[in-house]
């Protein structure tokens, strides 16, 4: 963005058009001197070197130092009854700028940025007469820069604020979701950091409803050594599996066909007959299929000792008929706590996992009472 601001700018002020300039002023020896400057031609404009800054509950700082231009153009002057013509060449040197851009947000969530300072400040300026008085008046010093904080701020409103506001703040995710992050309020800048509060929401892409909780408090720690720090609470996971179960995505089959052949198990009512003697009675020798689904969207929790998930797993078991059609077995509802440790060592997430005590309860089935 600061590359780009800087070349845009640059472009800007080489293609002002400046206006001619007359007055009066006095010269020593020459006395007094009417002089007339046309045909200003703004050869070019360089910013060689700036930086950006941070300013407290502003935004960004531009600074431009060392800046110059060049400029040709026509003198006409009238000293006394002496009247005399020729042309020019002016290069101001060590220009100073600075801008102050205030950042903010629309009711869309989009960046927004406007022109809230802007000063300039010159301190060497050259310039070169022609012609046969022109060495008589290489005093004259009323040439003065376009007015470059003028051209600022219409450069901002004309090139960089309408380039903000093509950025996205939606994104597709894959076939089922997309995710929001435009801005919940505006950037918030302060000595040593800038600030941007991401709505961070997954939603789903055929039909987006209203998340039923709400987000979550998120500080980051007041840490400074590294650049970029990036912060996602609970809310951000929570509401990609509501997405996903809202979108049914939630969803999967096991069959055995998925089962790898070195594996000498099978899912069939043989094998199951073990547990539950009814199913070869009732469906001898047929292969059986699996449906996971959840009842609800799994719900995270993020705290000091890491991560916490209590998911709720409905498994409906199914014979697969000669005909190829489904018979309803029995359902079982599996409930688990898993918790998570994250670290980050050596640039690398580590972390471990632990899957606390299981509970699997029978709900209801189609091949009489069993234990579990």
């Not at 509950?57 to 009854?81: P, T, Y």
């Not at 709400?214 to 050594?225: G, Q, R, S, V």
């Not at 951000?236 to 939630?250: E, S």
């Not at 001898?284 to 995270?300: G, N, Q, V, Y």
């Amino acid at each position: 963005a600061h590359q780009h601001g800087i070349t845009v700018l640059e472009k800007e002020l080489a293609h002002v058009k400046l206006p001619d300039i007359s007055g009066d002023t006095r010269i020593k020896v020459l006395g007094k001197v009417h002089y007339e400057l046309s045909r200003l031609d703004l050869r070019s404009f360089h910013l060689p070197y700036s930086r950006i800054s941070l300013v407290p509950n502003v935004g960004l700082q531009v600074s431009i130092s060392n800046a110059f231009a060049d400029m040709d153009g026509n003198w006409r002057v009238k000293i006394h009854f002496i009247r005399d013509h020729g042309s020019f060449h002016l290069k101001v040197e060590n220009v100073y700028i600075k801008i102050n851009l205030k950042l903010g947000s629309d009711a869309y969530g989009k960046p927004t940025v406007d022109t809230s300072y802007c000063n300039t400040r010159i301190s060497k300026v050259k310039v070169h007469f022609s012609g046969k008085l022109g060495a008589a008046i290489t005093q004259l010093r009323c040439i003065s820069l376009p007015q470059v904080c003028d051209i600022v701020v219409k450069s901002v409103h004309k090139d960089l604020q309408p380039y903000v506001q093509t950025l996205p703040v939606t994104a597709r995710v894959d076939a089922t979701t997309g995710i929001d992050y435009s801005l919940v309020e505006p950037p918030t800048a302060s000595t040593r950091s800038l600030d941007a509060a991401l709505k961070g929401e997954f939603f789903s892409l055929a039909n987006r409803s209203t998340v039923p909780f709400p987000p979550l408090a998120l500080a980051l720690p007041p840490d400074h050594d590294r650049m970029v720090y990036f912060g996602a609470s609970s809310y951000f996971f929570n509401t990609a599996g509501f997405a996903y179960h809202a979108a049914g995505a939630l969803v999967f089959e096991i069959t055995d066909a998925m089962i790898p052949k070195t594996v000498d198990f099978h899912l069939n009512t043989t094998t199951f007959s073990a547990f539950i003697p009814q199913l070869e009675e009732m469906y001898p020798d047929m292969l059986m299929k699996f449906r996971l689904s959840t009842p609800s969207a799994p719900f995270l929790n993020v705290g000091p000792g890491g991560l916490s998930l209590k998911p709720v797993v409905d498994i409906q078991a199914y014979a697969i008929l000669p005909n190829s059609s489904l018979a309803p077995l029995f359902l079982l509802s599996l409930v688990s706590n898993v918790s998570a440790v994250i670290n980050v060592k050596s640039g690398h997430i580590v972390g471990s996992l632990d899957v606390g005590r299981m509970k699997l309860s029978l709900k209801h089935s189609d091949v009489g009472t069993f234990q579990v």
